[in-house]
């Protein structure tokens, strides 16, 4: 219940401190989650969120976990993106659903942004590798990105699932990241 409409959200030292409105006073579902309960590194505030979350992009037999998002908001493929590669659990389940989506909105991005959103996408997907392997660097995520690029363009939309899982793996071995 928020007699204001406001929400607060500080440090435990009171340091700092974020005060927004988020509506009417009154009763307003809001759902807290931590990566990493006790020592968290990143804490995800959702208000007036569905109750079941959502199923992102993933690829067959690699599923990923359900996310949670406001009611009623849709989500375009960059920010699709942006929620698989948001943590760094289930490296492979989340480099092969990255590389579909990058694929899929390739096929239905306006033909005059294809490119520059394309290499958006790849560029998400470079930062993500360099914070899963200490092996990702500016010098080898070059030959890396041009791997990805020159196999997923030639990956029909039929063998997506397979072929996005063959080149996340590869590229994650490359990389010297392990995955169960």
Request: aromatic share 4%; hydrophobic share 40%.
């Amino acid at each position: 219940m928020l007699d204001d409409g406001a929400i607060s959200v500080g440090d435990i030292l009171g340091v700092s401190r974020y005060i927004q409105t988020i509506g009417a006073p009154g009763a307003h579902h809001i759902r807290v989650t931590v990566d990493d309960p006790g020592i968290a590194s990143r804490i995800d505030v959702v208000i007036d969120s569905g109750r079941d979350g959502r199923a992102l992009t993933s690829v067959n037999g690699y599923p990923l976990p359900r996310f949670v998002v406001a009611d009623n908001s849709s989500l375009g493929r960059s920010d699709e993106l942006g929620l698989i590669l948001s943590t760094h659990d289930l490296p492979l389940n989340r480099l092969a659903a990255s590389l579909k989506v990058i694929k899929l909105a390739s096929e239905s991005d306006e033909s005059d942004r294809v490119e520059i959103l394309r290499e958006f996408r790849m560029k998400m997907v470079r930062e993500w590798l360099r914070w899963i392997s200490a092996d990702a660097s500016a010098d080898t995520l070059p030959a890396i990105d041009s791997h990805i690029s020159e196999h997923l363009n030639k990956v029909s939309l039929e063998n997506l699932d397979r072929a996005s899982v063959e080149l996340a793996a590869d590229t994650l071995a490359r990389l010297g990241v392990h995955h169960p």
